[in-house]
């Protein structure tokens, strides 16, 4: 059984800093592109950045400069690092994985999805 959960959400101010995790169990998810999303209260959940097989990252262009995703496969595990944080950036975050090495800003082409953890960002 394949799961995803995603820890480190929380309540900040404006201008912190949060670190995201999803800690993938059930396989290896090495060779498998990776993914973050969000969705805040009544919108459509968004794109926020993926990490391919190889390690090339991706990001939307709203957190570009200010969020990294990253991975330790070891661990198997997925990371959101989150600078500079705005109170638009409040949301639920998910991870999601596919089964191809190779990531797409299409969040439907994702196969595995975690159950999200809250990020608010106060001003």
């Known amino acids: 059984q394949v799961q995803l959960v995603e820890s480190g959400g929380g309540l900040v101010q404006a201008g912190d800093s949060l670190r995201l995790s999803c800690a993938a169990s059930g396989r290896t998810f090495v060779n498998n592109a990776m993914a973050w999303s969000r969705q805040a209260p009544g919108k459509e959940r968004e794109f926020v950045a993926f990490?391919?097989?190889?390690?090339?990252?991706y990001y939307a262009d709203s957190v570009k400069g200010r969020f990294t995703i990253s991975r330790d496969s070891v661990k198997n595990t997925l990371y959101l690092q989150m600078n500079s944080l705005k109170p638009e950036d409040t949301a639920v975050y998910y991870c999601a994985s596919r089964r191809t090495g190779w990531g797409t800003p299409r969040l439907n082409e994702y196969d595995y999805w975690g159950q999200g953890t809250q990020v608010t960002v106060s001003s």
């Open positions: 990490i391919n097989w190889s390690g090339t990252t």
